[in-house]
């Protein structure tokens, strides 16, 4: 596989499940990102990783937690999720912080 | 903080012709980078194009190029022969330079090009 990928592709999940999102990245680099999409808003950023270290928390809400065991797998534990999580879930990556970033076909999320 | 505005929600042309979407944004970094990201129904997120703050030639990517005005803080985007397979929703986003990545790409609302055969 090349690119980013993001498993799954869609998921739907009750509000008591935990699940977790998970993206992998073949472009060799060093900082991942979560963004948020949902309908009729711009694309929020979640967490952003560099070198497997978090270096930014948008003011998530505890029941996202992310994870990035290293430089190639990001993933996001989803736990009590209200039915306003639903959305988009696009990760990304870049080459260094400040480099050109590069986004995964995302998993489209709905709790119910 | 960064703001970044689209003011064409929705925009349609006949195939082969061209169009340019608008992109304005609100900062106070000298160094920057911007964007121009598709996202077609498959929601994939595929760059466009790149342009760096300091460099003052337009950047082009075949049928793509963009009108960087840094005084009136635009960004526009021109695509030129426009194919069906322009049809997508179509991101402006900023990326500061200094600990840019650590702040993400701050997105605009979108505009939807419909591409008409």
């Known amino acids: 596989e090349t690119g980013v990928t993001q498993t799954p592709r869609h998921l739907v999940m009750g509000m008591t499940n935990k699940k977790s999102l998970k993206c992998e990245q073949h472009l060799g680099h060093n900082a991942m990102y979560w963004y948020k999409q949902s309908a009729k808003k711009p694309l929020e950023l979640m967490f952003v990783?560099?070198?497997?270290?978090?270096?930014e928390n948008n003011s998530v809400p505890s029941r996202f937690s992310p994870e990035c065991p290293n430089s190639s797998h990001l993933f996001l534990h989803l736990h009590t999720l209200q039915p306003e999580d639903s959305a988009l879930y696009l990760c990304a990556s870049s080459q260094e912080l400040v480099e050109t970033q590069y986004f995964g076909p995302g998993t489209r999320l709905l709790v119910l | 903080a960064q703001t970044v505005t689209q003011s064409q929600p929705e925009m349609s042309v006949q195939e082969a012709e061209t169009v340019t979407l608008s992109c304005t944004y609100d900062?106070?970094?000298?160094?920057?980078?911007l964007f121009w990201y598709k996202q077609p129904p498959s929601r994939q997120m595929i760059l466009v194009i790149r342009q760096e703050a300091y460099k003052q030639q337009n950047a082009t990517e075949n049928r793509f190029s963009v009108n960087f005005q840094k005084a009136a803080k635009s960004f526009s985007l021109k695509i030129s022969d426009s194919q069906l397979g322009d049809t997508a929703m179509y991101f402006c986003?900023?990326?500061?330079?200094?600990?840019?990545?650590?702040?993400?790409?701050?997105f605009g609302k979108g505009t939807h090009l419909i591409i008409q055969p």
């Open positions: 986003a900023f990326m500061k330079h200094e600990g840019g990545g650590a702040d993400g790409l701050t």
């Open positions: 990783y560099s070198l497997e270290e978090r270096v």
């Open positions: 900062t106070s970094e000298n160094n920057y980078y």
